[in-house]
């Protein structure tokens, strides 16, 4: 399937112009194109820098395929006019456009807003960043994890007496991408009652404080380093058992008395010094020991299977599990892909659900320049201007 137009879902009709690069600015395209929205990945002519990260597949990264499912992809030299009016035709026919260039980069690429909304008053136009369009570091380049050492999550995660730790899974960027698309829908939204686009900022510094908003609370008179710490004593946390790991949740009064209960710790429950999350956090060298012996009773398995849905826990797994974990298939999210380089391969479907308007079935994420051709005439370019601009190499 390449074809977008009309594919149903809540933003059917919309096009998105995406010319930004790695994970946040395109997942947040992807997010647009599950939900409808037929989206061109345009690419400069070395690729987005993703398709060149490590991976064991040969003919496409993986991570590649992963954040940019549901495009077609176009392949334009921007810095050669005769690719930007290529880019400028598309324009005019776009709802949206998201880039993630340094804030000094869009005007000299010809690009930037006020440029493009005179080429097209109800573009929608959305700049993902490192830090934001103000500022003494708004041209350096941000990325996920150089922000989450900035934002002091790394200092969070690691031990309190030792060195920061990364969050692996560029969780930044994640949450950048549905900052792009959530916001390009309200956006979008505003276009119909005012009939005008608007320039969007999403900044991988605002996403990064933005996920610890529960931290981000400095009352008057507190000194600075008071405690930000949200973690529940130990008690809520990835445990050892007799055969792998366990991760309890064991927060309200509820879940806590049947943790101990089926784990054999009665006389816990019935504490009163440890009744409350923040009493058993003061008191977490006294509990954690016998919770961890009692752990040691069974496997991990065997103790997700105890607990049932009395204590909220789930034994660790590898991410290859998912691909066949009962409760994913139920829920319908992974398919089947087709790429032209790398054949099939199964991988993430649709994040969301909606009543009346059912999503699209995705496709794979475009080779590189894959429907460059096609898009040109639909742009409206025939045989001969398609060729002079391949000659140029301004198309790929």
Known sequence: MEQNTGRGGPLSGVRVLDLS????????????????AEVIKIEPPTGDNLR????????????????????RGLALDLKQPEALDVLLALVKQADVLVHNFRPSVPARLGIAYEQLRE?????????VTGYGETGPNKDKAGYDQVLQTMTGMCTLQGPADGPPE???????????????????ASALFAREKSG????????LLRSALTMQSARLIWADGEPKDVGRDMRSGGITGIHP??????????????FWKSLCELTGLDALAADERYDSVRKRAIHRDEIVPQLHAALAQRSALEWEARFGDAVPCAAARSVEDMFDDPQVLAEEMVTHFEHPGLGGYRGFRHPVRFGATPLPEPFAAPAFGQHSDALLREAGLNEADIEALRAKRAVL
């Open 52 to 71: 060149k990260y490590p991976s064991t597949l040969e003919a496409e990264s993986r991570a590649f395929l992963g954040v940019n499912r549901g495009k």
């Open 119 to 127: 080429v097209n008053p109800r573009l929608v136009y959305c700049a």
């Open 196 to 203: 005008a686009g608007q320039y969007v900022g999403v900044s």
């Open 166 to 184: 990364v969050l692996y899974g560029s969780v930044v960027d994640y949450y950048a991408a549905a900052l792009v698309a959530s916001s390009v």
């Open 21 to 36: 690069a790695y994970i946040a600015g395109p997942y947040g395209c992807t997010l647009l194109a599950d939900q409808g």
């Open 241 to 254: 058992t007799r055969q792998g790991y366990l991760y309890l949740s064991a927060n309200t009064p509820h």
